[in-house]
């Protein structure tokens, strides 16, 4: 209805199972998979999934966005991105 995201009780409760997945994910060897994350809300997706990447020593990080596919230098080698079009990547992995 506006700008803002509705921050109630279930909206709290997400954010603290995502920051326990966050923290235990950071720990393991992980892929993390981000699809068309930009920069509207970036402290939701896009900054944790670079931090568990600069972090985590097995956590690798697959970024599609045709916008904004850059890892940042600190992760270059710890990332893999496209800037192509999701759908025609997903349909080339579909094969």
């Not at 097995?58 to 990332?79: C, G, H, Q, W």
Request: net charge negative; aromatic share 14%; hydrophobic share 40%.
């Amino acid at each position: 209805m506006d700008a803002f995201f509705v921050q109630d009780d279930a909206w709290y409760a997400a954010a603290e199972r995502y920051e326990k997945f966050c923290e235990i994910a950071a720990e393991k060897n992980t892929v993390l998979l981000e699809m068309g994350v930009g920069f509207n809300t970036p402290t939701i997706i896009r900054y944790p999934f670079e931090r568990m990447t600069y972090h985590g020593k097995n956590v690798f990080l697959i970024r599609m966005n045709a916008d904004y596919p850059e890892a940042i230098s600190e992760n270059a080698k710890k990332t893999l991105s496209f800037d192509e079009d999701i759908t025609d990547i997903l349909d080339k992995l579909k094969g």
